[in-house]
């Protein structure tokens, strides 16, 4: 049984996992050091949220999957 229930689609899912990992190795690469760990932060979040399939900030909007 999970305790969350996926409310993004398997596309949305697809982009978040790429964009997420690009973001964070962009600013990991390329970025000052203070700025670059909030940004590689960042983008680790939006690849975990894709691969989770679920987005916090999609099931407070009330956003997503009908089911």
């Given at each position: 049984m999970a305790f969350y229930r996926k409310n993004i689609g398997s596309l949305h899912?697809?982009?978040?996992?790429?964009?997420?990992?690009?973001?964070?190795?962009?600013?990991l690469v390329w970025?000052?050091?203070?700025?670059?760990y909030l940004g590689g932060i960042?983008?680790?979040g939006l690849a975990l949220s894709g691969l989770l399939?679920?987005?916090p900030m999609c099931a407070a909007t009330?956003?997503?999957?009908?089911?």
């Amino acid at each position: 049984m999970a305790f969350y229930r996926k409310n993004i689609g398997s596309l949305h899912q697809v982009v978040r996992i790429v964009i997420g990992a690009v973001a964070a190795f962009a600013a990991l690469v390329w970025l000052a050091a203070p700025v670059s760990y909030l940004g590689g932060i960042a983008g680790v979040g939006l690849a975990l949220s894709g691969l989770l399939g679920y987005c916090p900030m999609c099931a407070a909007t009330g956003l997503g999957r009908r089911r």
